[in-house]
């Protein structure tokens, strides 16, 4: 498998951070975070961190089983810097993806039943 990681933007880690494998969960497209033990989570607070390149590994062996399980898809590392209230990314795209989106709800454009009832 290739390995896919996250744009740093030219930011290099430290002995501060680390590593967290991200991925969107199959089941809704929900930003899912691997967590101590294996288990998926929708809160970056909740990621494992790996510190070196066998932690790495790690995580990405278990989010391969993930993807082979159709748990998630279009798993990858990305970088983050280690702090007391847990990881911070360091990509733009990641503290997005972390944060949620970037348009009001209000804006966006309404489908399905909502969208016949507001053409009407």
Not at 10 to 15: E, H, K, L, S
């Amino acid at each position: 498998m290739k390995r896919k990681t996250a744009p740093t933007n030219g930011v290099n880690n430290d002995a501060r951070g680390g590593k967290v494998m991200t991925a969107n969960r199959l089941s809704d497209g929900a930003v899912v975070y691997l967590a101590n033990g294996g288990a998926w989570c929708v809160r970056l607070t909740d990621a494992r961190i790996a510190a070196t390149e066998a932690e790495e590994r790690a995580l990405e062996r278990r989010a391969a089983a993930g993807e082979r399980a159709l748990l998630v898809i279009e798993s990858y590392l990305f970088d983050v810097h280690a702090k007391p209230d847990g990881p911070a990314p360091l990509s733009q795209r990641e503290r997005i993806r972390a944060t949620g989106p970037t348009v009001r709800a209000d804006f966006s454009e309404p489908t399905g039943r909502a969208a016949i009832m507001h053409r009407e």
